[in-house]
């Protein structure tokens, strides 16, 4: 009796054994391979045929409904540095300039608060950085800290959040082979807990690209730089641009674009993986050095800004000219017809919703929104120069005829296709 009882428990393990085995199965099946294969498409974005075709691109191919202007205040305690970025937090709207971050609402314009503050005192940054300012999911904003290692995070309610540390690794050899060391010159979060830091390629020989790493382990990952070249600091000086790297999320996922290259990455824990491949002239790659030496004057359209959102892959580029004396044109590449366009004015997208101010863009949002802004003395401009189709813009339009020189910007939102 006891050894039937045995077997027949035998058979009821093996039974839900094959049971565990099939769902376990039919898991593996529903996380959709197909969706994997998705996730894993190269695209080829045409950027140089796309400019030589000098074509008008209009910001009805991308975008639907009405545009919102907003106006911000101008007082002049608020008043933004030159080139700000801007990024959206729900019903505010966050700008980035040197030494200042300031929160302003979405539909008045008016100013709500500074997050953090410039200083090296308690709770204050060395520099706002343009790689990865915010992070929209958990609504935390990055700068960097005094010293060369640390990243500081804020609330985007304002208050300080904590400080991430990125930390080098000294190369072993000749100290004036290896005079720059290991030089991690932006973060950005990977997931939860993790972290990647790119290493500043300046003198051709450093052996990262990126690092993953956490408060834990300063080296949990190591993805190769395969860009090597000749470099020489007494021959060939220092060259510092804007940013070395740019990173944006979309759908959980980090993406990486290095300047100089042709190639944007999805970055995992254990992966980094080609998702766009730039096209932009006779060679897409070069090197900081070099594109200094040329005075800018390289063959192809190097990439100033690039951001992802549901459909489409958002570049700003520059055309090379004589003494970095560039101009700045706009474009996207559409994932749905895989269609690459670029406008033929340095006035960013054509405005035929509504025939006001063209629409340059800057940032896009998690709830497929896209922003871009002009400066208040570009926008006084329009309407000195533009008296008959001002006249004809809606009534909500008209107070910004009033707009001074010297106002804050007036950001621009859109609401993209799907």
């Known amino acids: 009796m006891k050894q039937k009882t045995i077997k027949s428990g035998v058979k009821n393990i093996k039974k839900q054994f094959h049971h565990f085995i099939f ?25 140089s045929e796309a400019f030589g075709q000098d074509v008008n691109v209009n910001i009805s191919e991308i975008a639907e409904g009405k545009i919102e202007y907003v106006p911000l205040d101008s007082d002049k305690k608020y008043l933004l540095a030159q080139n700000p970025d801007f990024y959206l937090n729900g019903n505010e709207i966050i700008a980035f300039a040197k030494n200042q971050i300031y929160v302003f609402d979405r539909t008045s314009g008016r100013f709500l608060r500074e997050i953090g503050h410039y200083g090296n005192d308690p709770g204050g940054y060395n520099k706002v950085v343009q790689t990865f300012p915010f992070d929209e999911e958990k609504k935390l904003v990055y700068t960097s800290g005094w010293d060369p290692k640390s990243y500081y995070r804020y609330s985007a309610d304002g208050s300080f959040s904590d400080k991430v540390t990125a930390y080098s690794i000294d190369k072993e050899g000749d100290i004036m082979d290896n005079v720059f060391g290991e030089i991690v010159t932006s973060i950005a979060p990977l997931n939860d807990t993790c972290f990647v830091g790119y290493v500043w390629n300046i003198d051709g020989k450093q052996e990262a690209k990126l690092i993953v790493f956490n408060e834990n382990n300063h080296r949990i990952k190591i993805f190769p730089q395969y860009n090597h070249f000749d470099y020489d600091i007494k021959r060939d000086g220092i060259s510092v641009y804007g940013w070395n790297a740019k990173y944006y999320q979309l759908d959980n996922q980090l993406h990486f674009y290095e300047r100089f290259t042709d190639t944007v990455y999805t970055v995992s824990m254990d992966t980094l993986l080609p998702k766009f491949v730039l096209n932009s002239g006779e060679t897409s790659t070069t ?39 560039s101009e700045y044109y706009y474009g996207y590449f559409d994932k749905k ?9 340095i006035g960013g997208f054509e405005n035929d919703i509504n025939n006001f101010i063209p629409f340059r863009f800057v940032s896009s949002n998690q709830n497929n929104e896209i922003v871009g802004y002009y400066d208040a003395y570009e926008v006084k401009l329009w309407f000195d120069e533009n008296p008959d189709k001002s006249a004809e813009l809606p009534e909500e339009f008209q107070k910004l005829k009033n707009i001074k020189e010297t106002d804050n910007p007036v950001v621009m939102i859109a609401k993209l296709k799907e």
């Open 337 to 345: 017809s895989q269609i690459t366009k670029v406008s033929n004015s």
């Open 287 to 325: 090197n900081a050095t070099d594109y200094t030496k040329s005075k800018g004057e390289v063959p192809f359209l190097p990439i100033e800004n690039i951001f992802e959102s549901n459909r489409y892959l958002f570049f700003k580029i520059r055309k090379p000219k004589e003494n970095f004396e």
């Open 23 to 47: 769902v376990l199965l039919l898991f593996m099946i529903g996380c959709s391979p197909e969706e994997k294969k998705q996730d894993n498409v190269l695209y080829n974005v045409g950027i």
